[in-house]
Each structure stands twice: as C-alpha cells, then as structure tokens.
C-alpha cells in the first residue's frame, strides 16, 4: 500500500491529484509477473490480468485530452478477434486516430509500474516530456465490446478517470469503429470539419443516407453476415432500420450473450486463418450468395462465396482492396477535375503478389508496402489525395486528404456524366469511415461497388488470381534475435538464414516467402507462396524448418508439435 508517508519523498515536477491517483493505484495494483505492452491494438492479453492496466489507461486518456486542449480522447474496451477469455484496451485520438507511437512507450511504463509511487514518476514524466498542462479539464468517451470481463474492465477505468477529475461519457456496448467515430464527431461538431452527428443513430443515418444516395438498382441476390456473435451483430440489427427495406441480408451468429461462442468456429480471422466456410453457414450461404464475416468488434471484414460445385471462395482484404481502388480511379477520371487527386494503395508484405500486380501492372496505381500493423497502413495512406489501405486480415479503410476533399467540394462539373460521377464521390466520402476500419461500412461500400459494376462475387473475384500461399508459426527461444528491413520482406539477422530464403525462393515459379518476428509473442511467421498449392506448402515447410535450426527452442522444452 502506498501510504501518505511512502509518497512524501516524491519530487513531481507537476501538480498532479497525489492522493487520489495513489489511492486508487492501490485498489488496482499491478500483477508481478505481468509484463505489459502497448502497440498497434493498444493494450492485449487475458482479461484476468488486465484490471490494472485499464486503471491506468483512464488517466493517460485523461492526461492526453489535456494534451489536447481538453477535446475528447477515446479508450476502447476489446480485444476485437480473439478468444472470448482475451480482452485489451486502447486509446482514440481527437480525429478518431490511433494513438501516436511517441506516447507507446510510456503508455508501456506506466503500465509496468510496480506501486502507486513509481506510478506517479511515470505519470509525472509522461506530462513534462509532452508539456502536459495538468489544470486543463480533461474528457473521455469510452465503450466496449460484448466480453463478460467488460463490466469489470470499465469500473477499473472509471475509477481512474474519477481520480483525475475527468469528464467521461459511458457509451456501453459498441464497435470499435463506432467509438472511434464518435470521438472524431463530437470534436468536430459545428466545424468545418465536421464528421457527422456525434450519436449512434447519428453514425447509422449517415452510413444509410450514404448508401441510399449511390445504390443504382435492386439486387435480390441474398448477402448473409456472419457477425462472429459479437458487438456486430446489434450494430447489424440496428443498422438495419435505417437501410432500405429491400436490402437483402441475412443475419447468422448473432448470439451476442451466450457465453463461449463470441469468434468461435466464425468470424473474420476463422475465415482468413482457415480458409473455409464456418461450420454454421453451411446450408445458409448457397452457390449465387454472397457472404461476409465481421470480427469480434466488427472492424475486420471478409466476403466468400460458393461456386456452383460448393466449393468455396475467399474474397480477402487484398481482393477487397484491388476492388475498390479499381473502382476510385475509375471513378476519379470520370469527375473531370483539372487537378485529379492521386489514388494510391498500401498494403503489407501478407498482400498476395498477384494482388499487387493487379493493383501495379493492370490499374497502374502507385502502391506502397509497409512494416505489419494498421497505424503503419493509415500513415502511409495519409500521404495520397485518396489513399487504400487494406490489410490481407480484413481490416482497412479508405482515407481522403483535407485538399481532396476541398476539391470535391468545390468541384464544378461541366457534363451530366462529371456531375453523376462528383455525386457519387461526394456520397462514398460519409458511407466511408475514414477514423479506422470499419467492418460494416467497408461492407455497405463492397455492396455499392457491386452495384455500380454490376458484379456478383465471381466475376470480382475474376479480378485476379491469388497465388497459393502458406502462413506457418515457429516457436523460438527469443523473437528479438530476427531483425528485418525493407517493410519486414527481408531478414538482416541472422544473415544466413536470409540467404537460404533467397536460394528457396528462387526455386519455384512465382516464389516468394519472407519470415519476420511476432509482435507479441515469442515465435516468428514464416509466409510463403508460389505457383501451385504443393510448392507454397513445400516452400513454407522448408523456410519453417531452417527458421527452427537457427532459434528453435530447446531440444528439452520443444513442444511435440513445434509448427501450429
């Protein structure tokens, strides 16, 4: 316990509520044991654990509004894709951003700190090195998804909230990309900046007006969503009151409360991780359908389809990527701007080759490849007049820059055809939720696309052909002995191992495989693909077995099954 008397010594450069903060760092106290890290999905581990570090996250919210001259920050309660047992928690910035990577690290000290004392060092560190006016009021928004461990989660954040004197909104059980709106709406309000009516019906009567604006004519092919029995599904529903009412849609798990089920044999990573149809869509999704899976928090977003045989077909995040980016530049020409905004794609080293080629070669649009990780996808993004960003999981978005978006504004066209195209750009602006990715409004945009092109799902997953690919994880002793360059597509350390990707990869026709450490655990990916389903799984296992030789684990500790 941190008493009066064990405070007494502290020399803070700041004029921060000691007693409040301590005595409610002491109802929280950190695990031992427990090491913390915030990255790109802010805070993520089992729930048990995580009681302390969520305390913690309300006052560095706090302390960023400060920052920020007291506008709104949010903090998201979730761990989005995971188990139903994980949980994690993050932080939103004023725009309905990520965090920037400057604070990371000392969101990750002060989470580690051992007691109440040290706590306040790292506090008071945090506010000096941002020139952090602790006096200013300070406001937060947060929500969380539908995890039992929740309820708990957000006491802990309400209590350091409350021990910094901030004002807080309670928004309860949201996506992630609704809060991330919100946030982004609420500061923006009544600016020229202005993102929407800062509310949920608000967000749904945007996205609807929206869409309802661009749709061309009815399609009766039924679209099922799998909505991973998370928070998705009430979005889904209550979304749907606003949609017209001839949108075909079929709802499945949608059991939001029935504990254990939340992403389970379903959703969006179950689809991309296996590769298949989940096991509860069989005989709802038929050949002619089409069908999509959101994620636990509804930001990741995958399409499949049947053919005529049953056999099933993926449409991932590069597939959903290379759609849209044909469709905008496309779009962009048929506007007529003097000075037509650069439409530009990013994507990470996991986009399938031919994706890339399709995107490179046949729509002739600048791509860009980046270190793994959606902060680094929206920065890279950021830097085009319309920039893509999809991640091959599912999760991406579509962003516009502040002079595209004054150009399409302003734009004055000169024939009915430029005056029909500028429209539809200007409606594709609000059905899109530029903050994050955003499941169900990149689905409402995959469903206008469709529309406009008139393309059911096999004629867009025509587009191209992805290469066989395999993605395989090793175990190793320690992940930090693999270093990488050039967006983590090539090993630096160790040398060698890198050399004998080279020489495998040179082997087979279409080869490519890189291997890169895990952010978050200690085993490296090994990623390859090629020609024919045979050689990408020969190419893996090879790169896999080699990647074990150099920081396998011990010969006494190694699981019987070290590849998984």
């Not at 055809?417 to 750009?425: A, F, G």
């Not at 395999?470 to 002995?481: C, G």
């Not at 030789?549 to 500790?557: K, N």
Request: glycine share 8%; proline share 6%; aromatic share 8%.
């Amino acid at each position: 316990m941190a008493g009066p008397q064990s405070l007494k010594p502290l020399q803070l450069k700041n004029n921060l509520p000691v007693s409040e903060l301590a005595a409610a760092c002491d109802k929280y106290p950190k695990p031992e044991g427990h090491v913390y890290s915030y990255g790109t999905a802010g805070f993520r581990t089992q729930s048990k654990w995580l009681e302390s570090v969520v305390f913690r996250v309300g006052v560095i919210a706090a302390l960023r509004s400060k920052r920020h001259s007291s506008k709104f920050i949010g903090v998201m309660i979730t761990a989005s894709h995971n188990p139903e047992d994980d949980n994690g928690v993050k932080i939103v910035d004023p725009r309905g951003e990520m965090l920037p990577t400057d604070w990371e690290p000392y969101c990750t000290t002060i989470a580690n700190a051992p007691d109440a004392a040290s706590f306040l060092v790292a506090l008071d560190d945090l506010c000096s090195k941002f020139k952090i006016d602790v006096s200013k009021p300070c406001k937060v928004i947060y929500a969380r998804d539908t995890r039992p461990s929740g309820l708990a989660l957000v006491a802990a954040l309400q209590l350091g909230l409350k021990a910094i004197g901030c004002e807080a909104i309670d928004e309860g059980i949201r996506t992630t990309p609704q809060l991330h709106y919100l946030t982004r709406a609420t500061n923006t309000e009544g600016t020229k900046d202005d993102y929407g009516v800062p509310s949920i019906p608000g967000y749904y009567e945007k996205l609807a007006n929206a869409y309802k604006r661009l749709i061309r004519r009815r399609d009766d092919t039924p679209l099922v969503v799998d909505c991973a029995n998370g928070v998705g599904a009430i979005a889904m529903k209550e979304l749907l009151e606003y949609l017209p009412k001839d949108f075909q849609v079929t709802l499945a798990n949608t059991d939001v409360f029935v504990p254990g089920v939340l992403n389970h044999l379903c959703g969006a990573d179950f689809v991309k991780t296996k590769q298949e149809l989940p096991p509860s869509l069989k005989g709802v999704l038929k050949p002619g359908h089409r069908g999509c899976s959101l994620d636990g928090d509804a930001d990741r977003l995958m399409y499949f389809y049947l053919d005529p045989k049953g056999g099933f077909h993926m449409l991932d995040g590069d597939k959903i990527a290379a759609l849209i980016a044909g469709y905008f530049v496309d779009k962009v020409k048929l506007c007529g701007f003097k000075e037509p905004p650069r439409v530009g794609v990013v994507q990470t080293a996991y986009a399938n080759g031919n994706s890339t080629k399709y995107i490179q070669k046949t729509k002739g649009l600048p791509l860009v490849c980046v270190s793994t990780g959606v902060k680094h996808l929206h920065h890279a993004a950021e830097k085009f007049g319309i920039g893509i960003y999809f991640e091959a999981n599912g999760h991406g978005t579509v962003l516009f820059s502040s002079d595209t978006l004054d150009t399409i504004r302003n734009h004055e066209p000169q024939t009915p055809t430029q005056d029909d195209n500028t429209k539809d750009l200007k409606a594709l602006v609000d059905l899109i939720n530029s903050t994050v990715g955003d499941a169900i409004s990149d689905m409402l945009l995959v469903e206008v696309i469709l529309n406009h092109l008139r393309y059911d799902a096999q004629a867009w997953d025509s587009l191209y052909t992805d290469l066989p690919n395999r993605l395989v994880k090793v175990l190793v002793r320690n992940r930090d002995e693999f270093q990488t360059e050039d967006a983590e597509r090539r090993l630096t350390h160790p040398a060698d191992l890198q050399k004998f990707v080279d020489s495998q990869v040179a082997k087979y026709p279409d080869g490519r495989g890189f291997i890169r450490p895990s952010g978050t655990e200690d085993a490296v990916r090994v990623y390859a693909e090629a020609a024919s389903r045979f050689e990408a799984d020969q190419l893996a296992n090879y790169l896999a077995g080699w990647t074990y030789d150099f920081g396998g684990m011990d010969p006494a500790s190694r699981p019987k099954e070290y590849l998984r």
